[in-house]
């Protein structure tokens, strides 16, 4: 596992640098876009209820502000994610994929954090993306009615608890990754990606309004390009969100090529909270 230590510790520190760079380049622009709004005063977000839970109607399609070209062509950088994804020679794999995972928990529990307050359970009654619902089940397999925001809490307080479990994340030297690594990594990562496009569908006019919408689209693009290169989430799985990948991804130096098709119906997802190692590696099952 540590062949070559000082190749490795000097591509960790590089990511970090690269992360703290990202993090704080976020804030800055969070503050001043936050800022502009106060001194603004007569700033207002829409608030406006989305469909109701189990509404029998299907919702119409409405017009995808986040396609909007004017608005697809933003990214804080021109970075080559599709070069940064790969996995570096002498890195093993599993590492590579907990460092990864770790660094993109951060990145979208950042970037949701500032539209938090518009996700409400009044905005947001059912965790939805486009005209799909997704359900949380619980560690007995039990279908939880929850709200988006519900929703986003189980997926944040469950992943938090895995990547902080030195049986799973292992961070010390010596200490091996579990053979169900790989299966929760890509658990992690269908869940997280719920998340982002949860932020697409239903939080962008928010996004633009403080002027985030550059970080979410290159959030999106590094984060699409790392679950491909190292197939993580099932293509169906993204398929709801194609048309973006399709026009993000394409003018990124990579494919942008649709994998699979059919509908994303319901996530799923276990539960919140069981405290043992042991029971925390169940935290996200398969639904
Ligand atoms: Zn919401």
């Not at 197939?231 to 398929?239: C, H, Q």
Request: with cysteine; charged share 20%; net charge neutral.
């Amino acid at each position: 596992m540590n062949k070559c230590l000082s190749d490795k510790q000097v591509l960790l520190f590089l990511m970090l640098w690269d992360t703290t760079h990202f993090i704080l380049d976020f804030f800055l622009n969070f503050l001043s876009a936050s800022m502009r709004l106060k001194r603004n005063g007569s700033y207002t977000l829409n608030r406006k209820s989305k469909g109701k839970p189990n509404g029998k109607k299907p919702v119409p399609e409405e017009k995808k502000l986040y396609l909007e070209p004017e608005y697809t062509k933003s990214r804080i950088t021109d970075f080559e994610f599709k070069e940064l994804v790969m996995l570096p020679r002498e890195i093993d794999l599993n590492e590579w994929l907990a460092s990864n995972t770790t660094t993109f928990f951060h990145h979208i529990n950042l970037q949701y954090s500032t539209i938090s307050e518009f996700c409400t359970g009044e905005s947001c009654q059912t965790m939805a993306v486009c005209n799909t619902q997704y359900y949380w089940y619980d560690e007995r397999g039990k279908k939880i009615k929850c709200t988006a925001p519900q929703y986003v809490d189980f997926v944040m307080s469950s992943v938090q608890k895995l990547v902080t479990d030195e049986d799973v994340f292992p961070t010390k030297y010596g200490k091996e990754f579990p053979n169900s690594f790989e299966s929760l990594v890509k658990k992690i990562c269908k869940y997280l990606f719920h998340v982002l496009a949860h932020i697409y569908s239903s939080h962008f006019k928010e996004t633009l309004a403080l002027e985030l919408h550059g970080h979410l689209n290159t959030l999106y693009i590094h984060f699409i390009l790392f679950i491909r290169e190292f197939n993580l989430v099932d293509p169906k799985e993204t398929t709801i969100m194609d048309d973006l990948t399709e026009v993000l991804c394409s003018s990124s130096g990579s494919s942008g090529s649709s994998n699979g098709s059919g509908n994303g119906s319901g996530g799923s997802g276990s539960g919140s909270s069981s405290s043992s190692s042991a029971g925390a590696q169940n935290h996200v099952k398969e639904r």
